[in-house]
Structures are given as structure tokens and as C-alpha cells.
């Protein structure tokens, strides 16, 4: 017993030390496209249906489609967890963020939705320190701070964004933090799969429990009479948007840190901005473009800066 403890402490604890960069940065960028994609379906259903509903079809498919193609291969594996504290909260950060997120982009135009969301590095960053034990560079902090300038950009008075929507985007960037943090922990210790499987289950649960909230939160929608073949369908594709985006999200984490990972989400800007002139024909004005501009240039400064440093400690 004692031997085998010892053993799951030492594959925990070089797990930890496990670092590829480049490997992290790709499963970050496919997150990232699936998370947009994601995001459009999110809105485009919202637009029309209650937004419980939305995130019960959101995780439901999700779950289905888990079950269907992952279950006969891995059985019962698919939940055998070994911190289901973890991953219960996990699962309520997750629903939090995506009932408010999808909520703002009922009022606000998916690339400004995205950019106020991206408050939430600057508080990963502040926060892994003394949470998950990971050093904070200089450069860090400083394509941090340019990222959130930018954010202000996008937000300044005279922008015309639509309170709801903005407190909205404000609630999902807490949720967004305690995701992040938690999501560090759960890509060492469990099986990311099942950690997918667990999170679909706990924001299935938890948007069961939010359908009375229909037609007593006017900002939530309402349920429309029939749904069409085409809503079923982007229902649907939540089920492999959702399993593909997070899978990919928690094998960037295991190859890399909360703090890295935190900046470079500014980049999740570019496909949204893509997918919502691609989806609604809604592009940023000249200024928000350049808080935009200012959110990825600053992303991608990290992104080479810690490449290089990383290329330095090898040789």
C-alpha cells in the first residue's frame, strides 16, 4: 500500500515538471478555434433560446457524444476520478462561466464578449504564485498589463456596449479565473478525459437546476415554441466542439504553466473576432480593433520570449 502511494506521489510530482512549449502552444491554439466555433453556436442559439437551455444542450451532446465513442473503449474509466472535490468544482466554475458568457453574447458582438473576458490572465497570473507555486517572470507581467490596456480599449466609454452584457462578461471572467487555476491542478492529476466527462456531468446537473429561472430573469430568454433542424443541428455539434475544446485546453496545461497559458489566451481573440464577421457580419471599430491589436501583439511577444528562454535552458 504504502509502496503504491509512493508511487502515484512520484508520477504526480514529475508530471508537474513536465514542459513542451511548442506541443502546449498547439493544443492551445486548437482549443482556441473550438472554443470559438463553440462560442458562435452559443450565441446563435442564445439569440432565440433560453440560455439554460442552451448550456443543458451544451453539455448534455457533450456527454452523449463522450459516452457513444469514448465509453467502449475506456469503460468505466471514463469516471474514475481521484479528486472529485477537484473536479465538482471544476464543473461549477465551467457552468458559471458558460451560463454568463453565453448571456453576454446575447448583448454584445462575440469579438467584444471575448476581449472583456480577457481581464482574466492578469488574475491567473497575480494568483499562480501563491496557489500553484509557479514563478511569474518580469515579461510576463508586463505582456499582462499591455493586454489588459488593450481590454480597456475595448470597453472605454462611448463603445456602446450594453450594461447587461458587460456585467455579464464581468461575471464570466470570475468563474473564467477559478477555471484556469482549477484546470492547472486537474491536467496533473487526473485523467483529462475524465475530467472532460466531469465537468459535462456537474454543468448538466447545474442547468437542470436553472430552468425555473426561465421567465423570471428577463435576461436569460425565453423557450421558443419548436426549435428547427438547423438548431437541432448546432446543438449537436456542441457535443464534439465541447469534448475536442477542452481536451485540448487541459493537454496545454499539462505541457505547460497557469501563467504561460494566461497569456497567450489573448490570442483566442483572433478566431473570435474571424467568427463573428465570418457568422454575424459584426466586425470591431477602428479603436476596439486596435485594444485587439494591442491583446494579441502582447500575446505573442510571451509566446516567443519564453520559446527562446525555454531553447536557452536546453542547450
Known amino acids: 500500500m ?17 514542459t513542451n512549449l511548442p506541443r502546449a502552444v498547439w493544443f492551445l491554439i ?4 473550438t472554443f470559438a466555433l463553440m462560442d458562435a453556436t452559443g450565441k446563435a442559439l442564445a439569440s432565440d433560446i433560453a440560455v439554460p437551455l442552451v448550456v443543458l444542450a451544451r453539455n448534455g451532446f457533450t456527454l452523449l457524444f463522450m459516452a ?10 471514463l469516471l474514475r476520478v481521484g479528486h472529485l472535490k477537484l473536479q465538482l468544482w471544476r464543473g461549477l466554475a465551467l457552468f458559471g462561466f458558460t451560463t454568463f458568457f453565453f448571456t453576454a453574447l446575447k448583448f454584445l458582438p462575440q469579438a467584444e464578449a471575448t476581449a472583456i473576458n480577457f481581464i482574466t490572465p492578469f488574475f491567473v497570473m497575480l494568483l499562480a504564485g501563491p496557489l500553484l507555486g509557479e514563478k511569474v517572470g518580469w515579461w510576463r ?26 456585467i455579464c462578461a464581468l461575471l464570466t471572467m470570475l468563474c473564467n479565473i477559478a477555471f484556469q ?11 483529462p478525459l475524465a475530467s472532460v466527462f466531469w465537468s459535462s456531468m456537474v454543468g ?3 442547468a437542470l437546476l436553472t430552468l425555473p429561472l426561465i421567465g423570471q ?34 493537454r496545454a496545461y499539462y505541457y505547460s504553466s497557469a501563467s504561460f497559458i494566461a497569456t497567450l489566451v ?16 459584426q466586425l470591431p471599430d477602428a479603436v476596439t480593433f486596435t485594444g485587439i491589436a494591442v491583446i494579441t501583439l502582447s500575446g505573442i511577444a510571451v509566446a516567443v520570449f519564453e520559446m527562446q528562454r525555454s531553447k536557452r535552458k536546453k542547450r
Not at 486548437?30 to 478555434?33: L, T
Open 181 to 191: 487555476l482549477l484546470n492547472r491542478k486537474a491536467a496533473q492529476l487526473e485523467n
Open 217 to 250: 430573469v428577463a435576461a436569460l430568454g425565453s423557450v421558443p415554441a419548436s426549435l428547427s433542424a438547423w438548431q437541432w443541428a448546432l446543438m449537436v455539434s456542441f457535443g464534439i466542439s465541447g469534448s475536442v475544446s477542452q481536451y485540448c485546453l487541459i
Open 2 to 18: 504504502n509502496a503504491t502511494v509512493t508511487s502515484v506521489a512520484a508520477t504526480q510530482e514529475a508530471a508537474l515538471h513536465v
Open 68 to 77: 457513444v465513442a469514448l465509453l467502449p473503449l475506456m469503460g468505466w474509466a
Open 204 to 206: 448538466f446537473v447545474g
Open 141 to 166: 507581467w508586463v505582456a499582462t498589463a499591455a493586454g489588459f490596456a488593450g481590454m480597456l480599449l475595448v470597453i472605454r466609454p462611448g463603445a456602446n456596449l450594453a450594461m447587461v452584457g458587460v
Open 30 to 33: 486548437g482549443a482556441h478555434i
Open 266 to 281: 489573448y490570442l483566442q481573440i483572433i478566431w473570435a473576432v474571424a467568427a463573428g464577421w465570418g457568422f454575424f457580419g
